[in-house]
């Protein structure tokens, strides 16, 4: 079932009861559940300790928690959640819902929403209906915000709490629209409102805050940067090692070393964004850099398998040793995208964009069935299945694959 904020109060009971079943069960388990730092923490009702002979709601994660509570409900939160590794990245009108669950079919653990803008989304019910959808199955799950106002941002939160695992702030946008916005990157000029941002929802919301930046020039000031967002409420961070000026990921290597640094530095967990082009990129990332999970972006919108090992032919080289058809293309990936769609309904503009990245190498073979689709004004699930269609009878299927490890390429040999 499609969720939608026009729908979702079913879902929130839904929720709710399950909530109440974990509950009983572990205090079944456990005669003593106040040992359970994860139940403590994390569960949804609204349980009451003290901290300094202080009543606290830890349904409400920044109201009155500071310092090493705080950081421990951070963890607990993330621990509850699985620690997911692989990520799909906020995209633009491209990690809508059926995206999102393609991703989550091969290999992703976690997903954020597009980029919501708080004002349009507060003030426009068509926007909220259309541009934030979810399902049971879509967790855990990132709503990202872009905003300047602190009051705005809270009202569109507050819209969508009970269905996320964290609302998130864009910070990170470095797009000319967030220049003209005032949004994204470009808070990075005014540090002061984007400590307001995170406050305000850290004091008022039931679901942790999180946030997504990019680096600054000078380390120290990353650095200061990231501690800033903890102190005032940010329970996770992800760190896009590119500067606001280094828009394009093709020419501009992210700095792991940065977001190492960020790591290292802070108390709360910590994501890495940048250079992930498959999974080994993902799992060396990690590695090196010491974070809890990856997100990819670009990569993921060509090739939504990639969390599940599989690679385009342009990541696939004799130097990482050797590789074989996964059984698996860009069109079976395009086809399973569409019906998800069907299931999940989307603006036509989205679909749109993801059948050009899904297809995009074999458009370039046949780029007349390109210009039939760039020629479509009104699309419909028939044309769309054609087109595929079409580009399988005209030939040059583009396979995806996967790397052989040792003891497959000693049972191939044989």
């Known amino acids: 079932m499609k969720l939608n904020l026009s729908n979702l109060s079913r879902y929130r009971f839904l929720r709710t009861r399950e909530s109440l079943v974990v509950q009983t069960q572990a205090m079944a388990n456990d005669p003593d559940p106040s040992q359970d730092l994860d139940d403590l923490l994390c569960s949804e009702q609204q349980q009451q300790r003290e901290v300094d002979g202080t009543p606290v709601e830890l349904g409400s994660p920044g109201r009155v928690l500071a310092g090493e509570n705080r950081v421990d409900r951070a963890w607990a939160h993330w621990k509850k959640l699985g620690r997911p590794k692989f990520i799909v990245a906020p995209m633009v009108d491209n990690s809508e819902l059926p995206f999102r669950m393609l991703c989550r079919k091969y290999g992703a653990t976690a997903a954020y929403t597009p980029m919501l803008h708080s004002r349009i989304f507060s003030e426009n019910e068509k926007c909220r209906n259309q541009e934030f959808t979810t399902c049971m199955e879509d967790r855990p799950l990132f709503v990202q915000f872009c905003a300047n106002d602190p009051d705005i941002l809270l009202e569109a ?222 699309l419909t699930f028939e044309f769309l299945y054609g087109l595929v269609d079409q580009l399988r009878e005209l030939g040059g299927r583009v396979p995806l694959y996967k790397r052989i490890n040792t003891e497959e390429a000693i049972i191939t040999a044989k």
């Open 157 to 378: 939160a507050r819209r969508v709490e009970p269905f996320c695992d964290y609302v998130d702030i864009n910070l990170g946008c470095p797009q000319r629209i967030a220049r003209r916005g005032n949004y994204g990157a470009f808070l990075m000029d005014d540090l002061p409102l984007v400590k307001s941002l995170v406050e305000k929802l850290a004091q008022n919301l039931d679901v942790p805050v999180s946030c997504k930046i990019r680096i600054f020039p000078n380390l120290q000031d990353t650095l200061s940067y990231a501690k800033m967002l903890e102190e005032a409420g940010c329970s996770l961070l992800a760190v896009h090692g590119r500067t606001r000026d280094q828009k394009d990921g093709k020419k501009f290597r992210a700095d792991w070393e940065a977001i190492k640094a960020v790591k290292n530095a802070l108390k709360i967990p910590v994501l890495a964004n940048g250079n992930v082009r498959n999974l080994e990129d993902a799992e060396n990332c990690i590695a090196e850099t010491g974070v809890e999970g990856v997100l990819s972006a670009e990569t993921l919108l060509e090739n939504p398998a990639l969390f599940a090992g599989f690679r385009t032919v342009e990541w696939v080289t004799d130097e990482e040793g050797k590789f074989v058809d996964g059984n698996l293309d860009q069109g079976e990936l395009a086809v399973e995208y569409l019906k998800l769609c069907e299931k999940y309904p989307v603006p036509w503009r989205m679909v749109r964009s993801h059948v050009h990245k899904m297809l995009g190498d074999w458009f370039k073979v046949h780029p007349q069935v390109r210009e039939q689709l760039n020629a479509q004004n009104k």
